[in-house]
């Protein structure tokens, strides 16, 4: 059984909520997404090196207030034997980190990504980042994780749902839990969903539950595997 968890810490994270959920969840790979460069007082690739996890990380958007990059990453128990980082648009810098890591005889193919931010409309760029995105998958062997920022009934996640198996089809919902998660939006309750992890067909789901912590403005989400 592989246990993998996701999860957009945000920017403005409580680093020891963070740590001691990513601890106690044990999981053997996980996803995160903005995660912050040179930041000493929320260390997290340190924290899990020193946990014994692997990584692979894309700091290529800009924090507005603090100027420090961040973005997405994954980190595994399991050997990353090879790593890349996809652009998913020009008109917008996201990024996907995909990690190939060797499971047994078996190398599963790990996408973490955050796609742009829309305030849950629709929107060309995040349909065609989603779109390009799915044409980088391989067709077996591949987990899919990360923030969409796309509701359940978005044109994005349709696409993603056409492409893969949705591992939640009871679309818990996953965020916000503090409105300074979006001054704009100003969300003022847990009733909306966007973080979601997808896998190839031939992937066995055994389980799926959404985390509970208050670290972040999005809740983690964990599912378990057999391939």
Request: proline share 4%.
């Amino acid at each position: 059984m592989i246990k993998i968890l996701s999860w957009n810490i945000w920017v403005d994270g409580n680093m020891s909520l963070i740590s001691d959920f990513l601890k106690k969840s044990d999981a053997d790979i996980i996803g995160l997404q903005e995660v912050k460069e040179n930041d000493p007082g929320r260390d997290v690739i340190g924290y899990l090196s020193s946990l014994g996890y692997e990584y692979v990380f894309a700091p290529r958007q800009i924090h507005k207030r603090t100027e420090v990059h961040f973005g997405p990453a994954v980190f595994s128990k399991y050997k990353i034997e090879s790593s890349r980082i996809h652009s998913l648009s020009k008109k917008e810098e996201r990024v996907a980190v995909q990690a190939n890591i060797r499971v047994g005889n078996h190398i599963l193919h790990v996408f973490s990504t955050h796609l742009s931010h829309t305030h849950q409309r629709e929107s060309e760029i995040q349909v065609e980042q989603g779109l390009n995105l799915i044409k980088l998958l391989p067709n077996k062997n591949t987990i899919v994780m990360g923030d969409f920022n796309a509701t359940p009934e978005s044109l994005t996640i349709k696409n993603m749902q056409k492409a893969l198996v949705d591992t939640d089809p009871s679309s818990n919902s996953t965020w916000s839990l503090y409105p300074e998660g979006c001054p704009v939006c100003k969300p003022q309750s847990l009733s909306i969903r966007l973080d979601y992890i997808f896998t190839s067909k031939d992937v066995s789901v055994k389980s799926f539950e959404v985390g509970n912590s208050k670290g972040s403005d999005h809740l983690p989400v964990l599912i378990t595997v057999e391939i």
